[in-house]
């Protein structure tokens, strides 16, 4: 329903904000990460995810992508609610989650508040496969000279491609690809292989 607010602060406490848009005050509840991005005061930009129970309608907001694709996964494992999934992510980056799901460290989750042996075995299990779009943004921190590549990775996945087939396909593409091109022009270049 909402992707994202923008408007200045009016409040803020370390996991919630309060942001004035166009003179209606919108709370959010934030992960630790966020609100240390968000800094003391002025206009910002959150991204949002409304979640909507019996009783209540809550704001969370997030300052990446990222965060919210991994609160929203999180929300879809069973057992974990908004708060653990926001607890989550105050305890732990995205990139070492990722890390922690990839390789299974299941006593790198544990550490996390609120996080027992039961939800992180679900964790694994549920979400082991399921990233592969988060994974590609951020696994090991991609640099900017590599986020061409991983865009149109992600891309050609999006369109339901394997991930074997999209890194032939967009490998072969970079082999043909001025240094300078888009990325749009190396996602259609590589679509040509992988359909062909």
Known sequence: MFDFFEGEIVEKQPTSVVLNV?????RFTVPLSTSERLGTGGRVRLLAHLHVRE?????????????????????????????VATAVLSGIGVQDFVIAVETKDETRLRRIKGIGAKTAQRILLELGDSLPGL?????????????????????????????????????RALGEAP??????????????????
Do not use: H, Q, W
């Open 22 to 26: 166009d003179g209606v005050g919108y």
């Open 55 to 83: 009783d209540a309608m809550r704001l969370y907001g997030f300052a990446t992508a990222e965060e919210r694709i991994l609160f929203e996964a999180l929300i879809g494992v069973s057992g974990i609610g908004p708060a």
């Open 135 to 171: 994974v590609a943004r951020v696994r090991l921190g991609p640099s900017a000279k590599n986020r061409p590549k991983e865009d149109a990775l992600l891309a050609l996945e999006s369109l339901g491609f394997s991930r074997a087939i999209a890194d032939k396909a967009v490998e």
């Open 179 to 196: 240094a300078d091109e888009k990325v749009e022009s190396l996602v259609r270049r590589a679509l040509r292989y992988a359909a062909g």
